[in-house]
């Protein structure tokens, strides 16, 4: 399934990364929003295959500590990754900056990124551990 993740990021990165230079050659003012969930949706299937992964990897009579202890960090960070770039997305509006297309599609990629690089080093340490 890393290989699966890591394909779907890739080509949700290329996708979206296409899609936002398309909308912004569109007259396009006040669209921050759409770029930015353009790049949450960019790694967010990725993340959610290797999260899924990790997640019915952890299930049983005896789960691994890691194994749930990379789940839990994992949607920590996807959910604190959105938080923070939102609130960055907000503070950048507010101040006056009208942060481009390609920030705004770049915080909504940073957003998955943390999350999704731990479910795929869980993975990948437990694929290790087998």
């Known amino acids: 399934m890393i290989t699966w993740s890591v394909l779907a990021g890739v080509l949700g990165v290329l996708g979206t990364g296409v899609g936002t ?3 912004s050659r569109q ?3 006040g669209r921050q929003g759409i770029y930015w969930l ?3 949706a960019a790694l967010l299937p990725a993340w959610l295959i290797a999260f899924l992964d990790l ?3 952890s299930s049983g009579p005896r789960p691994n ?5 990379s789940w839990i960090l994992s949607s920590s960070a996807a959910l604190l990754g959105v938080i923070v770039t939102d609130t960055a997305l907000k503070h950048l509006r507010e101040s006056g900056r009208d942060p481009g297309p390609v920030t705004c599609w770049l915080l909504g990629v940073l957003a998955f990124l943390p999350g999704w ?3 795929l080093l869980g993975l990948m340490l437990k ?3 087998q």
């Open 21 to 23: 230079v398309y909308l």
């Open 27 to 29: 007259e396009s003012s």
């Open 38 to 40: 353009l790049g949450i």
């Open 55 to 57: 997640l019915g990897r």
């Open 65 to 69: 500590k890691a194994s749930i202890a």
């Open 117 to 119: 690089g731990i479910a």
């Open 127 to 129: 694929t290790m551990g």
